[in-house]
């Protein structure tokens, strides 16, 4: 029995010890060492520059130069969040590690191996993940793939690699999905894109276990511009994974990706993402898929940390039958504004759209629901189903929904639901009898509040997020 | 909202029907009689310009303290008067207990109806407005209504919007006191190439106020129909419950419906809801009701009809009640 109690109380003791490591987990700082970094803003020059070091095609650096003419033609978006404290003139667009890409760990340098065993990455690896990348500052340091997967046809490497390998197929499908037109940080990610992931699953190949991205963000000022494709074959199915977190500056940061995802007939892919950016960081990235006939993209989105986010995974159902599920909860603390929410296009007969949004706001936080379900005349027989949910914990928070909803046609089924609200008395007087303290029963019932989204990441992933949740109740997430 | 401009057209001083009972009073004035109305926007800059500035004749609707009556206005659009550039001002007060029914009416070849409404509900009072819209499809309405209200004081619109070539109407109510209220009520028969647009603001500050905003109705042919509503929970409206619902009936390929409920919070002890639908005639209940021998129009228009009945209900006035019913089913059954 004592053997029983002792062991139960080192393993409670090493709960805890793990527990209080977590909230150190993404905030810590490497010295900012680089191999090459470019000057701070976005000239011709910087660009011609990133190229160059790239060795990139020609038809690269004319796409590269031909967005750096749109984005200084577009306007900065007037709706949305301020971001007028962003300047980019600031912002460094390229900084490239102390290092190649690698293919194994043991080849990558210790001060960037430490920062990822840091977060949990090489372990991950080990017991779920069927690939990893990890990108570090501007460029891709280690990729790795289950040689199982690749004998089977699946190609799963850094951008830059794709684009020696080929080019063709990239160059056939990048940034078709999200022209340099499309909005002003479009055509900067056009302009200065460097890093991110190719994956390629060929018809009919079901990729059993996840593959991941993560992106580490070190550079004080810098920007993170990674590029990600996915072409899912018809009839085959992958869950892919992207972490991404940075160390807190008292500079802004910028992350401005784009993932572009196609998904073939009968395909399946899912689109997960645990962001947890640190507080100086502007987050205004750009996913979008186009799914084929019976095809179905399924995004899972846990929204936590960064100054100001715009985010808005878009989906255009172009296939009949195809098939949108859209899965994501929003935290915002003090001095964050999460504007955040989802785009549905439904272009095709039958297709179908499900859309469950959660946020929390908190300490003055701001939350913002803002989304986009349009029903083509093409659409017969479309069903779309939006339900939007906002819990605030303080009266200094702040939560808005604002969705637009477009029916072009008379045969579709239809509905939008949602509410803002607070955390009842009822239930915290219930489980506080119950014997917990207020703080544990309102740390249940925001976990109750979001398991749909828990529910739907694999379980190491769901555990993050509660810790995430756990850690921003307590206020201690910087 | 933009609006294409219409044909300048000469505006007489006509004088609607009119008739009050109860204790409120019914005069008509020349000029502009509203009060500043700070930063309330109206429909369209322009047209709610031309309300204030160049109003032909404006109806002032007055309840003295815990008064009780009801007003009836007709506006009727002809050739002889096409277009209407009118306002109405309604003050209730402390107490007192108004309703308002305003009808508008008839045609003209690029008619224009372009009415402000200012109300005012002093402290426990009580103003509804029943709006039956029945213009004929060459004439465009619009309509900026602002309401202020007091504590403890209520405002309710109940409007059959089923004519018109452009319906455009935007409602701003102001509950900035403790247990205010506003709900409002609104049916929609889409039809030909008729837009409908609603607009619906509302700021909530004080503590337990209430609003409600319920949109139902249908579209046919290539009718359009917009619907805007934001809930603005500002800080300090404690316990104030706020909730909006569009619902929509689509009975053509080529309608159109864009529905945008926003609902903004900045308070945290408040319970907002919206919810929207559109989608077609089940079609279970319309087999039930051809299989009991009606054709499929009629059971389409039974279907229509019990959509929008709770609206109809809150009329408050058999006849007027029986003049929607009527249009809607003549609506439905030359439908194309």
Redesign the interface.
């Known amino acids: 029995m004592a053997n029983a109690a002792e062991q139960k109380r080192k393993d409670e003791r090493r709960t805890i010890e793990a527990f209080s490591d977590f909230s150190n987990i993404y905030n810590f700082k490497k010295d900012f060492t680089y191999s090459y970094k470019t000057q701070a803003g976005l000239t011709e020059d910087i660009v011609r520059t990133i190229s160059a070091e790239k060795k990139e095609p020609k038809w690269m650096l004319d796409f590269r130069l031909k967005s750096l003419d749109i984005f200084h033609h577009l306007e900065y978006p007037v709706w949305g969040p301020d971001i007028s404290e962003l300047h980019m003139d600031d912002i460094v667009t390229y900084v490239r590690p102390n290092t190649q890409m690698k293919a194994s760990w043991d080849d990558v340098p210790d001060d960037i191996k430490d920062t990822f065993d840091r977060l949990g990455i090489p372990e991950a690896e080990k017991t779920s993940l069927a690939g990893v990348g990890a990108q570090y500052d501007s460029e891709v340091v280690y990729h790795s793939i289950q040689e199982e997967l690749v004998q089977q046809g699946v190609i799963y490497t850094d951008f830059e690699t794709a684009l020696r390998e080929y080019g063709d197929i990239i160059q056939a499908h990048f940034m078709k999905l999200v022209p340099p037109t499309d909005h002003k940080f479009a055509a900067l990610h056009g302009a200065v894109w460097s890093g991110g992931s190719y994956v390629y699953v060929p018809a009919g190949v079901d990729v059993s276990i996840p593959l991941q991205s993560y992106f580490r963000l070190n550079a004080p000022g810098a920007g993170q511009f990674e590029h990600t494709l996915i072409i899912v074959e018809n009839g085959a199915k992958v869950h892919f994974i992207e972490g991404c977190s940075a160390p807190k500056y008292n500079v802004a940061n910028l992350h401005a990706g784009c993932v572009e995802l196609f998904v073939g007939d009968d395909a399946t892919l899912t689109y997960s993402t645990i962001e947890n950016w640190s507080k100086n960081m502007y987050n205004l990235n750009t996913k979008r898929a186009i799914v084929g006939r019976n095809g179905t993209i399924n995004w899972v989105t846990g929204s936590f940390g960064s100054h100001t986010s715009c985010l808005y995974p878009m989906s255009i159902l172009q296939g009949e039958g195809a098939h949108c599920e859209f899965t994501g909860v929003t935290f915002a603390g003090k001095g964050q504004y999460l504007d955040t929410g989802s785009k549905v296009v439904h272009n095709a007969p039958k297709t179908t759209s499900n859309i469950n949004s959660k946020s929390i706001s908190k300490d003055g936080g701001v939350c913002i629901y803002r989304g986009s379900v349009v029903i083509n005349p093409r659409a017969e027989g479309a069903k779309a189903n939006v339900s939007c949910e906002s819990l605030m914990l303080d009266e200094e928070s702040q939560s808005d929904t604002i969705p637009a909803i477009v029916v072009k046609n008379d045969n579709v089924d239809l509905g939008h639901e949602a509410s803002i609200g607070r955390i009842s008395d009822e239930a915290v007087f219930y489980l506080m009898s119950r014997g917990l303290s207020e703080d544990e029963a309102r740390a249940m019932l925001v976990k109750g509040f979001v398991e749909p989204v828990s529910k739907a990441l694999p379980l190491e992933y769901a555990v993050e997020m509660n810790n995430l949740i756990n850690l921003e109740l307590k206020g201690s997430l910087t | 909202m933009e609006l294409e401009p219409l044909p300048e057209r000469p505006s007489g001083r006509y004088t609607p029907q009119h008739q009050c009972e109860g204790d409120v009073s019914l005069y008509f004035y020349q000029g502009n009689g509203m009060p500043d109305l700070g930063e309330f926007q109206g429909a369209n800059a322009e047209a709610l310009e031309r309300a204030l500035r160049h109003a032909d004749k404006g109806c002032a609707i007055e309840a003295e303290a815990g008064a009780k009556g009801t007003a009836r206005l007709v506006y009727e659009v002809n050739d002889d008067h096409p277009t209407l550039n009118r306002q109405l001002r309604i003050t209730a007060g402390a107490g007192s207990d108004v309703t308002v029914y305003l009808v508008f009416e008839g045609g003209a070849a690029g008619g224009e109806v372009n009415f402000l409404h200012y109300i005012r509900a002093e402290a426990g009072a009580h103003v509804k407005i029943v709006k039956v819209q029945l213009h004929e499809g060459n004439v465009r309405h619009i309509e900026h209504r602002y309401a202020e209200t007091a504590e403890g004081s209520s405002v309710e619109y109940v409007s059959a919007e089923l004519g018109a070539k452009e319906a455009v109407v935007y409602y701003k109510t102001d509950l900035l006191y403790d247990e205010s209220s506003f709900d409002s009520k609104s049916l929609y028969l889409g039809k030909d190439k008729q837009i409908v647009d609603f607009s619906y603001w509302i700021p909530m500050q004080g503590k337990k106020t209430k609003a409600d905003v319920a949109i139902a109705g249908a579209?046919q042919d290539e009718a359009k129909k917009a619907f805007r509503g934001t809930i603005d929970?500002l800080?300090g409206s404690k316990k104030a419950v706020g909730s909006e619902a569009d619902t929509?009936i689509?009975?053509?390929?080529?309608?159109?419906?864009?529905?945008?409920?926003?609902?903004?919070?900045?308070?945290?002890?408040?319970?907002?809801?919206?919810?929207?639908?559109?989608?077609?005639i089940d079609e279970d209940t319309l087999f039930y009701l051809m299989s009991r021998g009606f054709d499929y129009q009629g059971a389409q228009a039974i279907i229509v009809e019990s959509h929008i009945r709770p609206v109809v209900d809150a009329l408050g006035d058999g006849a007027l009640a029986e003049r929607v019913l009527q249009t809607v089913r003549e609506r439905m059954n030359s439908q194309g």
């Open positions: 579209l929970f800080r929509c689509l009975l053509s390929p080529k309608v159109h419906s864009i529905s945008v409920p926003l609902l903004l919070c900045k308070e945290d002890d408040v319970v907002g809801n919206h919810a929207s639908s559109a989608g077609q």
